[in-house]
């Protein structure tokens, strides 16, 4: 059986603040939805915060947090639960989504495109105003309470034909749209998280920004904030900049000979 299986749906209740910094009025919005019982879709590139914002919502309405990341293995019945044979008994184990709606968690789908497309017949009713789970193997059908909420996530610049969020789905959400942060916000981040010194988390975001602009031009992904935080934390420990920077970006974005030599060179001319 592929994960993630159902003896994995452990609820995270975060009982200290997150560090997230808020541009847009999303924290805001995100409440207004819960209040609502509105699903919430979150789009933006990989490391631009999405996942550290469900965390920081999660604690700021302290409701515990089922976090799911999708892949395409995962199946409908990863999500709702299985039944698993003992050596004495058979026994029900509840997926992620079914324990999220037990408890009322804010259930979140990490990269939903990446799951299989069955996964739309259980994520469906539980994304319009039924807010029902039907656990077909049990002939149960589970009402979400009110503190219950439904979150997912992707990333447009990897959408394709094959991997798109259909308009079934897509319109039973509310959207909030993430980027990384602008370039002072985004140092003071990197900063705060890294320990590094304001200097050079400026720095490792105008290397980023270089990389941001070959996006399609040889590159997927630029740098994301993920990156710059990594890259900061090896230079706090000591690693030279240069080295870091190439470890933590350059051969973290591509493995292309050429690029990588490209990116070296961006990381050669800013540090």
């Given at each position: 059986?592929n994960?993630p299986?159902a003896?994995?749906?452990?609820?995270?209740?975060?009982?200290e603040?997150?560090?997230?910094?808020?541009v847009r009025g999303?924290?805001?919005?995100?409440e207004?939805?819960h209040?609502?019982?509105v699903?919430?879709?979150?789009?933006?590139?990989?490391g631009?915060g999405k996942?550290?914002f469900m965390?920081?919502?999660?604690?700021?309405?302290?409701?515990p947090?089922?976090?799911?990341?999708c892949h395409?293995d995962?199946?409908?019945?990863d999500?709702?639960g299985?039944?698993?044979v003992t050596a004495?008994?058979?026994?029900?184990?509840?997926?992620p989504?079914?324990h999220?709606?037990?408890?009322?968690?804010?259930?979140?789908l990490?990269?939903?495109?990446?799951a299989?497309?069955?996964?739309t017949v259980v994520?469906?009713?539980l994304?319009?105003?039924?807010?029902?789970?039907?656990i077909?193997?049990r002939?149960?059908v589970?009402h979400?309470p009110?503190?219950?909420?439904?979150?997912?996530s992707?990333?447009?610049?990897?959408?394709?034909?094959?991997?798109?969020?259909?308009?079934s789905?897509?319109q039973?959400?509310v959207?909030?749209?993430f980027?990384?942060p602008?370039?002072e916000l985004?140092a003071?981040i990197?900063?705060?998280e890294?320990?590094?010194?304001?200097a050079?988390?400026?720095?490792?975001?105008?290397?980023?920004?270089m990389?941001r602009?070959l996006?399609?031009?040889?590159?997927?992904?630029?740098?994301?904030?993920r990156?710059?935080v990594?890259?900061?934390?090896?230079?706090a420990?000591g690693?030279?900049p240069r080295?870091?920077c190439?470890?933590?970006?350059?051969q973290?974005l591509?493995?292309?000979r050429?690029?990588?030599?490209?990116?070296?060179?961006?990381?050669?001319?800013?540090?």
């Open positions: 059986m994960a299986r003896a994995e749906a452990t609820a995270l209740m975060v009982s603040e997150p560090y997230y910094r808020a999303e924290a805001e919005l995100f207004a939805a209040r609502n019982r699903p919430v879709l979150l789009k933006g590139p990989t631009c996942t550290r965390e920081y919502m999660a604690w700021r309405l302290g409701r947090l089922v976090t799911v990341a395409d995962l199946t409908a019945a999500l709702v299985r039944y698993l004495d008994e058979t026994v029900w184990l509840d997926g989504m079914t999220a709606v037990r408890i009322g968690a804010l259930l979140y990490d990269e939903i495109v990446e299989r497309k069955d996964t994520i469906h009713p994304a319009d105003d039924r807010r029902t789970l039907f077909e193997k002939g149960e589970l979400a009110p503190e219950f909420m439904l979150a997912i992707y990333n447009p610049g990897y959408q394709s034909v094959l991997k798109e969020l259909k308009q789905t897509r039973r959400f959207a909030l749209d980027d990384y602008a370039a985004e003071a990197v900063a705060r890294s320990g590094i010194d304001a050079a988390a400026e720095r490792l975001v105008r290397l980023a920004h990389t602009n996006k399609g031009n040889g590159l997927n992904e630029g740098a994301s904030t990156l710059l990594h890259a900061g934390k090896l230079i420990q690693v030279a080295a870091a190439e470890g933590a970006i350059s973290a591509t493995d292309e050429e690029m990588l030599a490209a990116l070296n060179e961006l990381v050669t001319s800013v540090f």
